[in-house]
Nanobody
Framework: QVQLVESGGGLVQAGGSLRLACAAS????????IAWSRQAPGKQRELVAG?????GKHYADSVKGRFTVSRDNTKLYLQMNNLKPEDTAVYYC?????????WGKGTLVTVSS
């Protein structure tokens, strides 16, 4: 079964940076609509950033200019700069392999003010 495992979360002060990584048990490029979403307590999950099948990148308005999504052969990354307290959430890596939707278990990012 395809697995996604996130890493890199932690505690950081406002204005700081973190880089998240998502490791895939298969070639990351075989997973379509690969993306990062996040969920804060009491809120719904929201799409943060992703890469389309053609390689195009997209970002939520709230993170554009601060976050950068990228990938290599085995991992998906999310570089997060100028972090704000409102970025505090569990961040999930997810995508589709054929018709199957796959999600990691998430990594917690906490931004203190």
């Amino acid at each position: 079964q395809v697995q996604l495992v996130e890493s890199g979360g932690g505690l950081v002060q406002a204005g700081g940076s973190l880089r998240l990584a998502c490791a895939a048990s298969r070639n990351i490029n075989s997973i379509s609509d690969i993306a990062w979403s996040r969920q804060a307590p009491g809120k719904q999950r929201e799409l943060v950033a992703g890469i389309t099948v053609r390689g195009g990148k997209h970002y939520a308005d709230s993170v554009k200019g601060r976050f950068t999504v990228s990938r290599d052969n085995t991992k998906l990354y999310l570089q997060m700069n100028n972090l704000k307290p409102e970025d505090t959430a569990v961040y999930y890596c997810h995508g589709k392999y054929g018709t199957v939707s796959i999600w990691g278990k998430g990594t917690l990012v906490t931004v203190s003010s």
